[in-house]
Nanobody, 122 residues
């Protein structure tokens, strides 16, 4: 199974930017970023397919950009205009071959990294 290691989290003020990285042992058909804040439901932030198609949660559209650096085998999430409500633990997720890529499929059968914390202060 693919190995995933996130980095790039930290503390920033509202309006600032961060770039999250996820070093992978290989790319899968669908890779995504999820986040979860204490006491809140886990949320899918963005996903990218091998063909380049991307999709974003409404809450981050226009502010976040997901991409994959094939040369470095790294999944990226550029986060701009950060808001306090973006504060959460962010996880890199890769679909498991042979399994679905729906929101629930990724949670139940996907490969997950250990997470990186993002904190945005007002």
């Amino acid at each position: 199974q693919v190995q995933l290691v996130e980095s790039g989290g930290g503390s920033v003020q509202a309006g600032g930017s961060l770039r999250l990285s996820c070093a992978t042992s290989g790319r899968t058909y669908c890779m995504a970023w999820f986040r979860q804040a204490p006491g809140k439901q886990r949320e899918e932030v963005a996903r990218i397919y091998t063909g380049g198609t991307t999709d974003y949660a409404d809450s981050v559209k226009g502010r976040f950009t997901i991409s994959y650096d094939n040369a470095k085998n790294t999944l990226l999430l550029q986060m701009n205009s950060l808001k306090p409500e973006d504060s959460a633990m962010y996880y890199c997720v890769a679909n498991r071959p042979g399994y679905g890529v729906g929101w629930l499929d990724l949670q139940e059968s996907g490969n997950w990294g250990q997470g990186t914390q993002v904190t945005v202060s007002s």
